[in-house]
């Protein structure tokens, strides 16, 4: 069992930065593939990011690819999203998931657990 805590989430302008956090309990953390997803009021949500259980390996949407990083701090059973030139169309609920199998990392339906999310909002 794990649970995640999401933080680092407000409001920011167009070309802003902000960090995001997650916090998860448990000893097991750096058995679990880590992923950032995001919903926007009225969409699906959708896939940002993933690492994989060492950090080694990062995958990104097209969308933030070049803007966004996914890092993650083992002993402290933390996940990070940086968010550079952040634009309005990423405004949105983050939410930080955890899976334990490699495969279909963008599939949303594949994590096991979440977090409850926090409010990213870019202004114009």
């Known amino acids: 069992q794990v649970q995640l805590v999401e933080s680092g989430g407000g409001l920011v302008q167009a070309g802003g930065s902000l960090r995001l956090s997650c916090a998860a309990s448990?000893?097991?953390?750096?058995?679990?593939?880590m992923g950032w997803f995001r919903q926007a009021p009225g969409k699906e949500r959708e896939f940002v990011a993933a690492?994989?259980?060492?950090?080694?390996?990062?995958y990104y949407a097209d969308s933030v690819k070049g803007r966004f990083t996914i890092s993650r701090d083992n002993p402290k059973n933390t996940v990070y999203l940086q968010m550079n030139s952040l634009k309005p169309e990423d405004t949105a609920v983050y939410y930080c998931?955890?899976?334990?199998?490699?495969?279909?990392?963008?599939?949303?339906?594949?994590?096991?657990?979440w977090g409850q999310g926090t409010q990213v909002t870019v202004s114009s």
């Open positions: 690492i994989s259980w060492s950090g080694s390996s990062t």
């Open positions: 998931a955890a899976k334990t199998g490699p495969s279909r990392l963008w599939r949303s339906d594949d994590y096991n657990y």
């Open positions: 448990g000893r097991t953390f750096s058995t679990y593939i």
